[in-house]
């Protein structure tokens, strides 16, 4: 089974646990992913945004097992938060992550960026 983890973390990130449209999740399935494992945080569920058809929806507030729910993806998508962009390259992933542009002092978008420019991640937004 290939597997996408998006995980926010402890925070409050509705605009990437929320970014799944029709054409995302065709998009996950014809990269032959077939399981979202999703980690909404502080944020709500959005069970009402995730049509998936035959795409297995697995959606959680926090787990204590983070990192073996790392170690077991395919493809993370992150918030650009330290803790989870590390702990992602340790366990050898590939990761694209969202920096959160609303933070008081943007320093996930300088962390993101900075790790982009030498190839350790891909950055995006949640259009």
Same mark, same amino acid.
């Given at each position: 089974?290939?597997?996408?983890?998006? $995980?926010?973390?402890? $925070?409050?990130?509705?605009?990437?646990?929320?970014?799944?449209?029709?054409?995302?999740?065709?998009?996950?399935?014809?990269?032959?992913?077939?399981?979202?494992?999703?980690?909404?945080?502080?944020?709500?569920? &959005?069970?009402?945004?995730?049509?998936?058809?035959?795409?297995?929806?697995?959606?959680?507030?926090?787990?204590?097992e983070i990192?073996?729910?790392?170690?077991?993806?395919?493809? @993370?998508?992150?918030?650009?938060?330290?803790?989870?962009?590390?702990?992602?390259?340790?366990?050898?992933?590939?990761?694209? @992550? @969202? &920096?959160? $542009?609303?933070?008081?002092?943007?320093?996930?978008?300088?962390?993101?960026?900075?790790?982009?420019k030498e190839?350790?991640?891909?950055?995006?937004? &949640?259009?």
């Open positions: 089974m290939h597997t996408v983890l998006v $995980t926010v973390g402890s $925070t409050l990130f509705d605009d990437l646990t929320h970014a799944f449209s029709p054409e995302v999740i065709k998009a996950l399935k014809e990269a032959k992913f077939d399981k979202l494992v999703l980690q909404y945080g502080k944020g709500s569920l &959005p069970s009402n945004n995730i049509s998936t058809g035959d795409l297995q929806v697995d959606a959680f507030r926090y787990s204590d990192d073996a729910l790392i170690a077991k993806s395919d493809l @993370v998508i992150s918030h650009a938060g330290a803790g989870s962009i590390l702990t992602a390259l340790r366990a050898g992933k590939k990761l694209i @992550v @969202v &920096p959160n $542009t609303s933070l008081m002092d943007n320093h996930q978008a300088e962390l993101a960026l900075a790790l982009e190839n350790y991640l891909y950055v995006s937004t &949640p259009e």
